[in-house]
């Protein structure tokens, strides 16, 4: 039977995956200038808080990653979610094979092409954002194993892995 604290941590999993997602197809979808003046925003931003140059290539770039890290992480966590162990290598494959959707999205709007290097790009984030989580979680039973071990020892009961 699926626990209500599991129920919700399964919701707000797709619904993290989702968001990432339709966040990076809004992006997709904005024509070469729109795109030109966000990543300006963001550049402007950063030469406020670093005090130092920044260029709209490196901007757009560090942008592709950290999508594909976030949505890398997340699919790790909805699959984990759901079949109650780690699928690095499904989360990567879906991942990155919504990277693909998404440049050959970029085909079909102004200014826009499909890039090889964004896809390279994107495979590093989702490489990322999968290892992390992997470990994170890797991590986190560990040591509730330790933990409960622990108490084990004292005569409680002993838990071998996170169940939400």
Not at 26 to 38: G, K, P, R
Not at 54 to 59: F, K, N, P
Not at 150 to 157: A, D, K, L, W
């Amino acid at each position: 039977m699926i626990t209500t604290g599991r129920k919700i941590y399964r919701i707000f999993s797709v619904i993290a995956v989702a968001a990432i997602m339709i966040t990076i197809f809004i992006l997709s979808a904005q024509d070469s200038e729109e795109s030109t003046e966000t990543s300006g925003f963001f550049v402007e931003l950063l030469k406020f808080i670093f005090r130092k140059d920044v260029s709209h290539s490196l901007v757009r770039t560090a942008a592709h990653f950290c999508e594909y890290a976030g949505l890398g992480f997340f699919m790790c966590n909805v699959l984990y979610s759901f079949k109650d162990r780690l699928k690095p290598v499904v989360s990567a494959l879906f991942s990155w094979g919504y990277a693909w959707t998404d440049e050959i999205h970029q085909i079909f709007v102004d200014g826009r092409a499909f890039q090889l290097s964004d896809l390279a790009v994107d495979l590093g984030g989702v490489i990322l954002g999968t290892i992390v989580f992997t470990m994170l979680i890797s991590l986190i039973n560990k040591i509730i194993n330790l933990f409960f071990k622990c108490r084990s020892i004292s005569g409680t009961s002993s838990i071998t892995r996170i169940d939400l």
